[in-house]
């Protein structure tokens, strides 16, 4: 349920798009990532650094989308917050004890520093290969093209790539966790 909730402003904006054009999504989403923070510490009285980050690059390449009357802005969002998440991916690994993909994932696998060392680069490569991707579609296809992209082949995408890593850790699910999800 979790994951579904960080994705109600992505589908406002899919929504308001289809139904009122681009400009009215942006400030669409804009809201809606404002009031899915603000929501979200309301109720756990925290805030995650990575919400933060979001909410800051929507504001502000969604605001200079409006400002200068110019979607490129907006579309450049998504690949500034996959790069951004990729530097500091990579940033954890050599920063501090554990890599964030351990940090996520440590309470369910016991894995060889080597492993989490995989796993995070992956995420790595993953983030900036989707902001390649997205730049791509957004400088090669229609504007419609770019909106059904980016929640339909963006959510497979990633959902694709977590599935081949839960197949490649599944190995070093810890047995208490197995049996208790049984």
Not at 21 to 39: D, E, K, W
């Amino acid at each position: 349920m979790k994951h579904f909730y960080d994705l109600i402003p992505v589908i406002l904006f899919f929504i308001a798009y289809k139904l009122y054009g681009f400009y009215t999504a942006t400030v669409v989403v804009i809201v809606a990532t404002m009031i899915q923070v603000g929501s979200y510490w309301y109720f756990t009285r925290e805030l995650k650094k990575s919400q933060l980050l979001v909410l800051l690059i929507v504001m502000l390449f969604g605001g200079m989308t409006l400002v200068f009357d110019d979607p490129t802005f907006f579309k450049w969002k998504p690949t500034v917050a996959y790069w951004l998440f990729a530097v500091g991916f990579l940033g954890s690994q050599y920063i501090g004890e554990k890599s964030f993909t351990e940090r996520m994932m440590s309470q369910a696998i016991t894995a060889p520093r080597s492993v989490w060392n995989r796993l995070n680069l992956a995420w790595v490569v993953f983030f900036i290969a989707m902001g390649i991707v997205n730049i791509y579609v957004a400088y090669n296809y229609s504007e419609d093209t770019w909106v059904n992209f980016k929640l339909f082949g963006i959510m497979g995408l990633t959902l694709a790539f977590i599935f081949g890593q839960g197949i490649f850790i599944s190995q070093y699910l810890n047995k208490e966790n197995a049996n208790e999800e049984s």
